[in-house]
């Protein structure tokens, strides 16, 4: 979802609100733990753990909205706009629950993948793609964005319409905006969706989605889509909630496109390291072109030069044990839908299997397990007390982490592949 801020707690249902008769996919969320602190979703930290209760109620909804009411008028949104939709919003405690418990989502990058891009999803994504190829095709040439790119973000947003989230946003955004964990986050997104009803795009009913308010069939936060989508049907409105998809899928390319998507450019490339390899090279911030890295011993599967690109990146998303990837500009861009690693890998994936390529190659290391929220506090917390700061002790396995890991793993003698394992946290413990 687009700078989503509930991209962990939605599952994707496979049926009903029209969805197109494709096989059903596995009833599971799509949506990983978000990889860097970048991300909207933010883990408790220590002080935090134990999760706090609601502590709202209709009453306090109800007084709260009377004091939103000028601040939102003073924004332009029209008093009988404004009345309309929120006299009768309701508190929900359900989406105060699933905001409290979104760090404790845990999973390894394999078993997400087999969900992600499994044979049934890669099917359906085929026709889906089928079904609005000449849609997907007139977007794709108008944004330089793939029509398998587009295709992906689609299936693994909302399983390819089959499940655009049933929640009222009102009553979602209002129950957020009136908490007070992120009120000021909350409160925009609900006047932006005030604005969506005010310009006439969809009414308070259709205006539905996941429990933090992402909508439609790829998922836009109200800010996201009055800065991003489109009406590609030209019938006035820019409905992204409705059976016809052309829309959000035009929505999605034009965001892409935006972030500076490169026309051509693949996501990543599944690369062979050499023995003996720097694993300090595997990077973010170390770029260089295919090229160079293949001067490196750093090659595709086939043993050839990766094909150039641009300049490239290296991403080891499970360590030295796992498979390795060469990745280039365009995850990033698609890093701005959401920014877990897990997530990126899994859109590019599909749309690679959506368009014939074959599953990613090399083996992952199965016998590992996420870490637990716990876990990584006790992570973080050993690896400070070793004297390799993380700077911040929130459960986060963000670059901070990844540079302590690091320099144990260096310290220690073993492959600096800044992979924060079950072997690593128990190695610390042993210490």
Known sequence: ???????????????????????????????????????????????????????????????????????????????????????????????????????????????????????????????????????LEDIEIKYGVE??????????????????????????????????????????ELLDALRILQAGDTDAEQLRGSWAGAMGHTQFMPSSFHAHAVDWDGDGRRDIWGDNPSDALASTAAYLKHFGWTTGQPWGVEVALPEGFDYLLADREVTKTPAEWAQLGVTALSGDAVADHGPASILLPAGAQGAAFMIFPNFAVIERYNTADAYVIGVGHLADRIGGAGEIKQEWPREDRALSFDERIELQTLLTKAGFDTQKIDAKIGPLTVNAVRSYQQAEGIAPDGYASPRLLARLRNE
Request: proline content about 5%.
């Open 1 to 135: 979802m687009i700078r989503h801020y509930a991209m962990i707690s939605s599952i994707l249902a496979t049926a009903g609100m029209g969805a197109p008769a494709f096989g059903s996919g596995p009833a599971e969320s799509t949506r990983p733990a978000p990889r860097t602190s970048q991300a909207v979703v933010v883990s408790a930290t220590p002080a935090e753990q134990a999760t706090p209760e609601a502590t709202g109620d209709e009453a306090g909804l109800r007084a709260w909205v009377s004091e939103l009411r000028p601040r939102a008028l003073q924004q332009g949104i029209d008093p009988d706009v404004f009345d309309r939709a929120l006299d009768t919003v309701l508190y929900d405690t359900e989406v105060i629950r699933r905001d409290r418990n979104q760090s404790e989502f845990t999973k390894t990058i394999w078993d997400y993948l087999d969900t992600a891009t499994s044979d049934l999803r890669v099917q359906n994504g085929q026709k889906a793609l089928a079904q609005w190829e000449r849609t």
């Open 147 to 188: 029509k398998e790119i587009v295709t992906a973000i689609w299936g693994l947003e909302s399983a390819y319409g089959s499940f655009r989230g049933g929640d009222s946003v009102l009553n979602s955004l209002a129950t957020l905006a009136y908490d007070a964990r992120r009120a000021e986050f909350f409160e925009g």
